[in-house]
């Protein structure tokens, strides 16, 4: 069944090599993509373990995930420090086979998926980590739908296959079951939890351990009589269902032992998509293209605790960047030099002198970029995607010192901008809503505005619990604005939004409005 897959039937694979050094090439070798998982899957594990197979062994150490090491990473922010959790997006980015690898990090706690959701509009691929005995867990499950609601390709991990596991056939039909996900083994366990020494190639057909096996050791046996099994029950490999979204290549392996995971990037390395293409407002732009495009989806402040400065995190969507070129900031229609874009390595940063399309590199400013923002050499281009939630808790900010009213403001809406959390300005003019996802956002946002703003708050509850944008005909939003002044709210694009206390009450709201239309998810950019 599982011949190696060809990648040159691939559309995106020029049918003769591109010249090293041109942009063709930079691109096609570029893998941009993140881990997903359910929390103690092993992401933080099997992120070090890539790392240090792409050479990166220093950077590892800051990736540890519990403990003294992830402190460190992490020790610009106090409430990261107390919590031992990572707020942090970051981007890895090394060097393996012919490739050019940037692994996008998330957040580890849920508070902060929507974090996560932007950073998946920023890569090509996903791993999926699961853990052997546990298989598919909520969070897991959770990601892996932001994924297929964006077509990402998804590879699949199974972890910890050192320690009792379901068995190899119960996993690959519960992932392909209960995530509607065709599965192709492209590896398979030698041995079981003490006694897993390695993997079979199914691709290469090599086999991989860690010691000589006799092939009348009975995990060959166990090996031979599997492998006849898989390759006459399972799907082979198909790149273009994978590229789809709809077939998964599944990986057997132990993060921890390093088992496992360089079959992995050897099948990122030869498979794994290059840069997509991204859809904008008027037209879907092509990685290859030569012109530079690119979208910001995350903002980050206090990256480095002595520079107060706020970096823009973008994803080049097409063609080659280079230090110094004048880029149009489309949204506000300006030009924007570009200076000092940088490159990060873990905690390390690096000048950018020039980036291709799957890159990120950070760009510094003040408070010109937002998410969801883009940068072209020209081109009145706006990239889609990148989308906003409607929180699911909403309070009211009540400040302790009324003079410091206007500094709030000013404080709000930055923060608001960076997506630490939602701002909700009330149309009758009363103390702004916040809105967020998990309440640690929240403890994030009060400890920020003390610390970097010298402003204290507290949060009241208010009478809602959902907020939904509202988009129609525009005289019939404005009546129902003023109609329901008292339940409308502005977002942080003046874009007007509707509070309600119950899921019963916004129904029967939108059942009256047959024009307008109530989104919970606001695609920006
Ligand atoms: P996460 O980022 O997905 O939350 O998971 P993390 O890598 O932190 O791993 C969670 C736990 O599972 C850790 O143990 C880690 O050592 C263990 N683990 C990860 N990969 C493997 C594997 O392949 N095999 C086995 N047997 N265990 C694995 P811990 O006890 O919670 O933390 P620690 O004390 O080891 O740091």
Not at 38 to 62: S, V
Request: charged share 25%; aromatic share 8%; glycine share 8%.
């Amino acid at each position: 069944m599982n011949a190696a897959p060809d990648t040159t039937s691939d559309d995106t694979t020029p049918a003769t090599p591109a010249a090293p050094g041109s942009i063709v090439h930079e691109i096609a070798r570029r893998r941009t993509f993140a881990i997903i998982s359910h929390p103690d899957a092993g992401k933080t594990t099997l992120t070090e373990r890539i790392l240090r197979a792409g050479g990166a062994i220093q950077m590892a150490g800051n990736v540890r995930a519990k403990g003294e090491r992830r402190r460190t990473r992490s020790d610009w922010m106090g409430i990261e420090r107390d919590r031992g959790i990572s707020v942090v997006t970051s981007v890895m980015t090394f060097e393996y086979g012919d490739c050019i690898f940037n692994l996008l990090d998330t957040p580890g706690h849920e508070d902060f998926s929507e974090d996560t959701y932007r950073t998946l509009t920023a890569v090509d691929a996903a791993v999926m980590v699961i853990d052997a005995a546990k298989g598919i867990e909520a969070r897991t499950r959770k990601l892996f739908e932001i994924c297929r609601l964006r077509d990402i390709p998804i590879v699949t991990f199974i972890n910890k296959m050192d320690r009792e596991a379901q068995d190899p056939f119960a996993l690959l039909d519960e992932i392909s079951s209960s995530l509607a996900l065709d599965t192709s083994p492209a590896t398979w366990p030698v041995g079981r939890a003490a006694k897993f020494v390695g993997t079979y190639d199914l691709y290469r057909r090599e086999l991989h351990t860690t010691e000589p096996l006799e092939q009348s050791d009975p995990r060959m046996v166990q090996l031979a009589e599997e492998l006849e099994l898989a390759e006459a029950a399972l799907p082979e490999f198909d790149l273009e269902s994978f590229n789809a979204g709809h077939l998964t290549p599944v990986f057997f392996g132990s993060a921890m032992k390093e088992i496992g995971v360089t079959d992995l990037l050897d099948a990122l390395a030869s498979f794994g998509p290059p840069p997509r293409d991204q859809a904008s407002e008027t037209r879907s732009v092509h990685a290859d293209e030569e012109a530079m495009t690119a979208l910001v989806f995350k903002i980050q402040a206090n990256m480095d605790p002595n520079h107060r400065d706020r970096m823009a995190f973008a994803r080049i969507c097409s063609g080659r960047l280079q230090r110094g070129m004048r880029l149009k900031h489309v949204r506000i229609g300006k030009q924007f030099a570009l200076h000092t874009p940088q490159f990060f390595f873990a905690r390390d940063r690096q000048l950018a002198e020039e980036a291709f399309a799957g890159d990120v590199v950070g760009i510094p400013n003040h408070g010109t970029l937002r998410i969801g923002d883009t940068l072209t050499e020209g081109e009145d281009l706006r990239f889609t995607g990148v989308p906003y939630f409607a929180p699911e808790i909403l309070r009211r900010v009540r400040l302790d010192d009324a003079m410091k009213a206007k500094k709030l403001r000013q404080a709000l809406t930055e923060l608001a901008e960076e997506g630490v959390v939602q701002l909700f300005r009330p149309q009758d003019g009363s103390p702004p809503i916040v809105g967020v996802v998990g309440t640690l956002q929240l403890d994030v946002l009060q400890a920020r505005l003390k610390g970097e703003y010298g402003v204290s708050i507290g949060f009241e509850s208010t009478p809602y619990n959902l907020a939904r944008w509202v988009t129609g005909p525009r005289e019939k939003l404005e009546t129902f604005c003023s109609v329901n002044r008292s339940a409308m709210a502005d977002d942080i694009d003046g874009d007007p939004v509707f509070l309600a206390s119950s899921a019963f009450m916004m129904r029967r709201t939108a059942e009256g409005q047959p024009e307008l239309a109530f989104h919970d998810i606001k695609q920006i950019g």
